[in-house]
Every structure is written in C-alpha cells, then in structure tokens.
C-alpha cells in the first residue's frame, strides 16, 4: 500500500511528495522514504547524505543553493518541526522554466515534502520560530561544487511570504544572476 500521494508542479522533477499518516490513540507512523516508491518520482539514486536543521526565528532564510556537476544532487526536503515556504529555482540549460521558482509550504502538520532535482537550486523561509528539516541528498556535500543564487535576486523575483529578518553573510554574499548566465547541465 503506497503511503505517498505525489503531485506535479510546473518544473520537470519537482514533484510534492504527501504523506500518509497511519495512527490511533497512541500517536501516529508516517513514513519518510521509500526508495520503490518514490523512483516513480524521479528519485532513483541511493540517499548518500541526511542532514537536520534547526531555524530558530521566522522570517529566516537560507539559500538559494546547489552543487555542479559531477557532484549535482537530487534533494527530498522534509519539515518535521514548523512551518517552511520551501523554494526551487530551476537553473537547468535549455529549461521551458530557466530561472523561474517553484514554491510550497512544507510543515509538520502537512506532512508535504519537496522533491529537488538536480539543476535546481534550494532555500526556504521559516514561516515559524524553531522550524526543523531533515534533507535526504543523492550526493554528498563537494565544497568545490558549491554554489548558491542570492535569495533577494530581482531577477528571480522570489515572492518571500514574510520579511527576510535572518540570513548569513554567506547567503547574502550570493551572486545576482548576471545576463550571461546561461544555466547549469541536467
């Protein structure tokens, strides 16, 4: 018995992924991954890397980020604690969606994760005071692969539901889309 509902957003690759929760007076299971059924999504790789983050004020962002290939990763994003606006900015060459964003709000109540491919580029907002994350990546991190888009880029445009109150010198240091930019390969 399937315990996902996956749905289509406008970007190729970028699929919600709704959960199921199974429960009774005792609490509830939901479960996190599953390989078999989420490589009908796109998610095919072996998790390499799990990573958990505590943001503690609402308003705060971090992002946009991504790794070039050969270390490009698949991402699954999941709020277990909060509420996040979770965004993905497609940078993929050739793309009918280069440069547009997707976003969605994942919190613990709604059990909604965020499948990421790779050419796209990640952030969120924490919509909450102490939101937490778990992030399933196909890869592991390549600090030489790094890179990130300024998540306040005119250009991208990103409609942030709040104030941006927080962001590292790292994230804000991120550079603007520049008009040769011409995307990252698939």
């Known amino acids: 018995m399937s315990r996902f509902t996956l749905g ?7 699929v919600t992924v709704d959960r199921q929760r199974v429960g009774d007076a005792r609490g509830f299971l939901s479960r996190l991954f599953c390989a078999e059924e989420l490589a009908a999504a ?3 790789l072996p998790v390499a890397q799990i990573n958990h983050t505590l943001t503690e004020a609402a308003g705060t962002v971090r992002g946009m980020h991504f790794q070039y290939p050969p270390a490009a990763e698949d991402k699954l994003v999941t709020c277990i604690r909060g509420a996040v606006f979770d965004v993905a900015v497609d940078l993929r060459a050739g793309s009918p969606t280069f440069l547009q964003w997707y ?3 994942l919190s613990a109540e709604n059990q909604r994760a965020l499948m990421i491919p790779q050419g796209c580029a990640h952030g969120f907002q924490a919509l909450e005071d102490g939101c937490e994350l778990l992030y399933l990546h196909s890869r592991p991190y390549a600090p ?8 306040g880029d005119p250009r991208l445009a990103i409609a942030w ?6 962001m590292s010198p790292r994230d804000a240091g991120h550079p603007l889309v520049d008009a040769g930019f011409t995307g990252v390969a698939p």
């Not at 289509?8 to 970028?14: E, R, S």
């Not at 030489?144 to 998540?151: D, I």
């Not at 539901?161 to 927080?166: A, D, G, K, N, S």
């Open 42 to 44: 796109g998610f095919t």
């Open 161 to 166: 539901p709040l104030p941006i109150t927080v």
């Open 8 to 14: 289509q957003t406008p970007f190729a690759g970028v």
């Open 144 to 151: 030489a692969a790094e890179a990130g888009l300024n998540p």
């Open 103 to 105: 976003g969605a709000v």
